[in-house]
């Protein structure tokens, strides 16, 4: 009989774990209950899609290994993206204003552009280069038993259906009902865990203003540990001449969609230079407001889970979108499918485990970066902070301190940030040393900017501090 891989959700977990899967199976059908739209435009069912998302250099990599024909970074960059280096942003953390660097790598460049961009090309990439297909389809329910999930119940064209597979992934994002289907296969001692600071993300975007082209990637992020709400704020400069501004206030703090007080909030952040920006840029939407900002983490890696089931992307785990993390975390567990099928037949027995296991190092380690920062906002729901949490805040608020004045020190927290380098690397003897030793460099009393950002931003009046 030929085999199947059925995949649930047609978004970035989904296609990326269909790109994993096309080389070892005869058929591999994605499901999406959305109607996908032929170009980069707004779809319904991802209404994440109107903010900010910036792909980090390891999805970037993840996606390049896993479609190598296809060149969808190429693509992205040819429909008009920008690339820009993590050392060379404006960055304000809690520490001051990090100094912008010269040098330019590789493993340090994110990608920016619309996310609409991203799925149509991605999916495009996919579509036009693979044996992959989509059905429009609702997943209703897993079929089989506690021990093997042998296909999916469907809903099409008003339809039920029963649609075998040898392999299933969920891919159905933050609103997934694997937990629910699980259970109606008996399967129910999944471990959760979950933190929620409350955030509300206001998003909306701006025509670049005359002058202000080549303005990088600016962000003014919260300060965890003043007891008060952490207020943000990113402007990402994205395809057609644009900015996408996202702000994100934490509960007590956040941000409404009444366009007028969308600069004061920016004005209001722990730096206003972002408000300044976009005071005198032209607003090309309204403000779009996500509440969908939990850090949640299901460990099916942890659970008895049947043979033939493997769950990837915001089904497994959701991130405070301020770390930008999610859809590389997508990347980097179709990655690890990828990985497994070349070493193990899929119907192996243990193949779905040994999947869901390496995709969980990164949800890991992108799961406590963000959880490690939300728990100290006021009013958080979840665990409170322990002594070991305290002590390694104190160590990591250290090391930012001098990485606002170091470029090794800032490079190779980046690389940890980005889910290239484990969080281990953090207390290698050399970054331990640095961060003892303390800052290189007097910090800077305001951003660093170069002559021309200057004369913009002084074109719009003083700059306040
Ligand atoms: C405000 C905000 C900002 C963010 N910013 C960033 C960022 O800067 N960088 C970053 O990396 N990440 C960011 N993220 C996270 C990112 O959006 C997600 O991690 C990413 O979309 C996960 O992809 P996914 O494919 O798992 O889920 P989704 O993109 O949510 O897709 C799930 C898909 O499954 C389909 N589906 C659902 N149920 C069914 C069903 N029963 N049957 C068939 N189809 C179904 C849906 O229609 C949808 O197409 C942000 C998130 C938010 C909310």
């Known amino acids: 009989m030929s085999r199947r891989a059925v995949v649930i959700g ?3 977990a989904g296609m990326l774990a ?3 899967l096309f080389r070892s199976m005869d058929e591999v059908i994605v499901l999406e209950r ?13 209404p ?3 903010h900010a998302h910036i792909l980090l250099p390891s999805g970037r990599d993840a996606i390049r290994e896993l479609l190598p024909v296809a060149d969808v970074h190429g693509r992205l960059l040819a429909s008009g993206a920008h690339e820009q280096s993590l050392t060379g942003m404006l960055g304000f953390g809690p520490q001051g204003w990090y100094r912008r660097w010269p040098t330019v790598t590789d493993d340090l460049l994110l990608t920016c552009c619309s996310r609409d961009l ?5 999916r495009d990439a996919v579509l036009s280069t693979t044996p992959v297909v989509v059905r429009r389809a609702e997943a209703l329910s897993l079929l089989g038993t506690a021990d093997r999930v042998t296909g999916v119940r469907i809903l099409a064209e008003g339809l039920e259906e029963d649609l075998r597979a040898d392999l299933v992934v969920d891919a159905s994002g933050r609103g997934s009902r694997v937990e629910h289907w699980l259970e109606g296969l008996g399967v129910t001692d999944v471990p959760t865990d979950e933190v929620d600071s409350g955030l509300v993300y206001a998003s909306r975007l701006f025509r670049v203003p005359w002058g202000a082209e080549g303005f990088p990637l600016t962000q003014v992020e919260a300060d965890p540990t ?4 952490g207020r943000s704020g990113n402007l990402v400069p994205i395809e057609g001449g644009r900015w996408l501004v996202s702000l994100a206030g934490t509960r007590g703090g956040e941000p409404g969609a009444d366009p007028g007080a969308f600069t004061d909030f920016a004005l209001g952040l722990r730096h206003p230079l972002i408000g300044q920006l976009i005071s005198a840029a032209e607003p090309l939407s309204e403000v779009f407001l996500s509440r969908s900002t939990r850090n949640r983490r299901r460990e099916f890696e942890k659970a008895a889970m049947p043979e033939g089931l493997v769950v990837l992307g915001d089904a497994v785990a959701t991130y405070n979108p301020v770390y930008g993390q999610g859809m590389s975390v997508a990347a980097l567990g179709a990655l690890a499918l990828s990985r497994q099928l070349r070493q193990t037949d899929v119907t192996a027995p243990g193949f779905a485990h040994d999947v869901q296991r390496a995709a969980a190092r990164s949800v890991a380690a992108a799961y406590t970066m963000s959880t490690s920062q939300d728990q100290w906002f006021p009013e958080v729901v979840g665990r409170a902070p ?3 949490d305290r002590l390694l805040s104190g160590y990591m608020g250290r090391m930012a301190r001098v990485a606002t004045t170091s470029y090794a020190v800032s490079a190779a927290m980046c690389k940890v940030i980005t889910l290239q380098e484990d969080t281990s690397r953090l207390v290698h003897p050399e970054l331990l040393l640095a961060t003892l030793k303390g800052p290189v460099m007097e910090p800077l009393t305001g951003p660093p900017l170069t002559p021309q950002e200057s ?3 002084n074109s719009m009046g003083p700059l306040a501090v």
């Open 10 to 12: 047609g978004s970035m």
């Open 18 to 20: 269909a790109a994993a």
């Open 34 to 46: 959305d109607e996908l739209p032929d170009g980069p435009s707004p779809r319904k069912r991802t």
């Open 48 to 50: 994440q899609a109107r």
């Open 118 to 122: 991203l799925d149509w090309t991605l």
């Open 226 to 229: 003043t007891s008060r709400p």
């Open 386 to 388: 322990t002594l070991v």
């Open 455 to 457: 004369a913009f931003v």
